[in-house]
């Protein structure tokens, strides 16, 4: 079940009118049961690997808290609990690159020793993603470590703990709540706040807009440039590479506010997952707007334990790269996902040594030095494999070297009218960013108006992305990119 499908439009509604019906005592329960529904409407045998990982790290946490064994049993504890919880991610998202790359250093090795015919062909062996495992596990894991470093107390109520893990907003793909956020919430009685569902409501349009009109009209364009990549000019591939930085925006953060609306329909509030993140001066300051709740995850658990800044500058620099490859690893198993995160952390490495120099320049380019640098690690992120990504950067820059006649441009599935409809989407999302980044938020200026124009307002918006969203052709919602993560 997808926020951009009919059947969210129904069961939400449904799910809110019985929330604020039932008595206080029941309304967690009635969450837990929807949660669970609408995670086993993908696919209902995927519930055994949520049940698994919500007790493992409940037992875990339970455990740790007890305090036996001392310090060597309790760490030890630790790492086992995590190796359990971390196993099913990595045997469905990781064990077929892992076992083609064995293979393949097996086949170099038997190469060198001049007996290649002996090592078997690669595995073809391919496992279906549990749609939002990476989510749900790092969300599992942060609460076990923070339990470990006695940071919080464990949650001694399981089924409490289990909305935790499963709390449907934001299970399939973000934002990675931490329990002091969200844990918490669910000891708080709710009731239903007029002004605040007003709120949730705007939040909610502004992301279908950007999810339905912007990013999935984008995906018509990018999908097909990046499909037949070397029947493509440089120019086309250009463009789709720009309006994937645009696409994979648009989506994941229309994914992220409409997980916010709906969490703020029931009283809840979620972390703020973007902040204008092509505003960014520098590549530090983009993954500081980009993706928080993953960025600031890798920060506390990875970054800082394994030294963070407070090593030798060298050694810094070492962490930065590391964990910028990790997270490249966690979007997806492949050496291209694993190359974005190295540039991003070699990039970052640079905005560190380079910070006095960049002081001096004027803010305009370093945004736009930021926005190029993102955007050739967009062409490694939307690129099948490495080699692609290779030849996709060179025919780009061979377009630029040489000033090419363009003839495919309109030619990608998508009509000068749809095109500009994307230029004027694109617009308005730079434009909303860069009041915000002002202290100007538009839906607050929109709800300080009279009720009549707060009406209008959100039937115009219902009413647009219902004439202009990308439906398909007896409507097939568009999964979020991120759903494969």
Known sequence: MVFNSFKYLLFLPVLLLLYFILPQKLRNWWLLACSWYFYMSWNALHGILLLGCTAVSYAGARLLQRDGGGAKGRKALFVLTLCVLFAPLVFYKYSNFLMQNAFR????????????????????????????????????????TDVYRRN??????????????????????????????????????????????????????????????????????????????????????????????????????????????????????LTDNFASPYGALNVQDFWRRWHISLSTWFRDYVYIPLGGSRCTAARTALNIVLVMALSGLWHGAGWHFVAWGLLH????????????????????LRRLV????VNV??????????????DILRSIGSFIARHKQIHDFFYMKLEWPELKLLYASIALLLAVDALNERGICVRRCIQKCGASVQVLAVAAGIVFIAATGVWGGTYNAADFIYFQF
Not at 112 to 141: D, K
Not at 377 to 390: D, E, I, K, Q, V
């Open 345 to 364: 952390g070699i990039l970052q490495v640079a905005d560190r040594t380079s910070a006095d120099f960049q002081k001096k320049l004027p803010a305009a």
């Open 105 to 144: 250093a097996l086949r170099l090795v038997a190469g060198l020793a001049g007996a290649a015919g002996i090592v078997p062909p690669a595995p073809a062996t391919s496992f279906a993603l549990p749609v939002g495992i990476s989510f749900f596990t790092f969300q599992a894991a942060g609460y076990l």
């Open 377 to 390: 690690g967009w062409c490694l992120f939307r690129s099948p494999s490495l080699r692609t990504a290779a």
């Open 152 to 269: 919080i107390v464990a949650e001694r109520n399981f089924f409490r703990y289990a909305l935790f893990v499963s709390f449907f907003p934001q299970l399939v793909a973000g934002p990675i709540e931490r329990s002091g956020t969200l844990l918490r919430q669910f000891d708080t009685p709710k009731s239903f706040d007029f002004e605040r569902a007003k709120d949730a409501v705007f939040i909610m349009l502004w992301g279908y807009f950007l999810k339905m009109v912007l990013a999935d009209r984008a995906a018509i364009f990018v999908n097909s440039a990046y499909a037949q990549p070397y029947e493509t000019e440089g120019m086309t591939l250009l463009f789709a590479t720009v309006f994937f930085a645009f696409q994979i925006y648009g989506d994941f953060y229309g994914y992220s506010l409409i997980a916010k609306g709906s969490a703020k329909l029931l009283g809840f509030e």
């Open 370 to 373: 930021t926005f190029f640098w």
